[in-house]
């Protein structure tokens, strides 16, 4: 069983930072990509930024060179570096571990777990 907590969230105004926090805890052999995925009201979820174990990372276009992903491997951390936040940024952004490995009874699974989701607003 794996749980992932989040933390780092909250109203911010624009042009303002945040740092969004994500520890994976439980029984598990190792993560193969760590990431952040957001979802505004009225829109589909969609892919913030993700980073595999060996530090390949990934962002979308509307992120890239404002926020910057980082993952500490010892720690099962992932972080989310938010600088020059727009309204536009304003969403419930969850992590994700995919690819989590466990073995049970000596057998491996690989599964995918999600966090509960951090509020993030932008506003003035």
């Known amino acids: 069983q794996v749980q992932l907590a989040e933390s780092g969230g909250g109203l911010v105004q624009p042009g303002g930072s945040l740092r969004l926090s994500c520890a994976a805890s439980?029984?598990?052999?190792?993560?193969?990509?760590m990431g952040w995925y957001r979802q505004a009201p009225g829109k589909q979820r969609e892919l913030v930024a993700r980073?595999?174990?060996?530090?390949?990372?990934n962002y979308a276009d509307s992120v890239k060179g404002r926020f910057t992903i980082s993952r500490d491997n010892a720690k099962n951390t992932v972080y989310l570096q938010m600088n020059s936040l727009k309204p536009e940024d304003t969403a419930v952004y969850y992590c994700?571990?995919?690819?989590?490995?466990?073995?049970?009874?000596?057998?491996?699974?690989?599964?995918?777990?999600w966090g509960r989701g951090t509020q993030v607003t932008v506003s003035s």
């Open positions: 439980g029984s598990f052999l190792s993560i193969n990509v």
């Open positions: 994700a571990a995919l690819g989590v490995v466990t073995v049970i009874t000596g057998i491996p699974y690989t599964s995918d777990y």
């Open positions: 980073i595999t174990s060996g530090g390949s990372t």
